[in-house]
């Protein structure tokens, strides 16, 4: 059974940093996609990352490209999602998500198929 923990969020002022982590468990991850999406209150939940497990390849939005940085710690089974400069507008609940099978990169957003419960970040202006 694959289980995802993400953790890391909190409260911050506009322009400072949080890192979020992702223990993720139940499986190998070699190959597969993982990613990180937000959702804020009343809107739909988006793309903000992916990153390829083993080749390290990665995508971003473009609302967050140059800001946030996704990475893999293998050996930890963890993904983290490092994001500077944060804004206002990055107020969301933020989850971590796997692809079910191998497939090509990057995934379409409903190939996702394990979710974690998700971590509340909150930037304050």
């Known amino acids: 059974q694959v289980q995802l923990v993400e953790s890391g969020g909190g409260l911050v002022q506009a322009g400072g940093s949080l890192r979020l982590s992702c223990r993720a468990s139940?499986?190998?991850?070699?190959?597969?996609?993982m990613a990180w999406f937000r959702q804020a209150p009343g809107k739909e939940r988006e793309f903000v990352a992916t990153?390829?497990?083993?080749?390290?390849?990665?995508k971003y939005a473009e609302t967050v490209k140059g800001r946030f940085t996704i990475s893999t710690d293998n050996a930890k089974n963890t993904l983290y999602l490092q994001m500077n400069t944060l804004k206002p507008e990055d107020t969301a609940v933020y989850y971590c998500?796997?692809?079910?099978?191998?497939?090509?990169?990057?995934?379409?957003?409903?190939?996702?198929?394990?979710w974690g419960q998700g971590t509340q970040v909150t930037v304050s202006s």
């Open positions: 998500a796997t692809t079910r099978h191998y497939g090509a990169f990057p995934p379409a957003e409903k190939l996702y198929y394990y």
């Open positions: 139940g499986r190998d991850f070699d190959n597969y996609a």
């Open positions: 990153i390829n497990y083993m080749s390290g390849s990665t």
